[in-house]
Nanobody, 120 residues
Framework: QVQLVESGGGLVQAGGSLRLSCAAS????????LGWFRQAPGKEREFVVE????????SYADSVKGRFTISRDNAKDTVYLQMNLLKPEDSAVYYC?????????????WGQGTQVTVSS
């Protein structure tokens, strides 16, 4: 049974930083591309960033480039999202997700989410 558990969300002032963690179980972690998504009230869930199985390739949404950094520790089955220079528009529930390893390679496992609130 796949489990993804996010932590590290909270309330921070604009310009501040937060580090999210996502601990995985029930998957062969090093084979999985992991991603972070977010959903603000009244908006669709949007892609933030993803990282491949060995951490060699990443892809960021334009809105977070240069401010957010994804990393992973395959020894701990954990993926991280370091968020710097936070803006009020970054406020959302942040979800960790794992991409399937067979076609269509969609994100098919999701965590419960962690709330990030950035005050102005």
């Amino acid at each position: 049974q796949v489990q993804l558990v996010e932590s590290g969300g909270g309330l921070v002032q604009a310009g501040g930083s937060l580090r999210l963690s996502c601990a995985a179980s029930g998957i062969t972690f090093s084979r999985k591309t992991l991603g972070w998504f977010r959903q603000a009230p009244g908006k669709e869930r949007e892609f933030v960033v993803e990282i491949d199985g060995n951490g060699g390739a990443t892809s960021y949404a334009d809105s977070v480039k240069g401010r957010f950094t994804i990393s992973r520790d395959n020894a701990k089955d954990t993926v991280y999202l370091q968020m710097n220079l936070l803006k009020p528009e970054d406020s959302a529930v942040y979800y960790c997700a794992a991409r399937g390893v067979v076609y269509p390679f969609s994100y098919d496992s999701w965590g419960q989410g962690t709330q990030v609130t950035v005050s102005s």
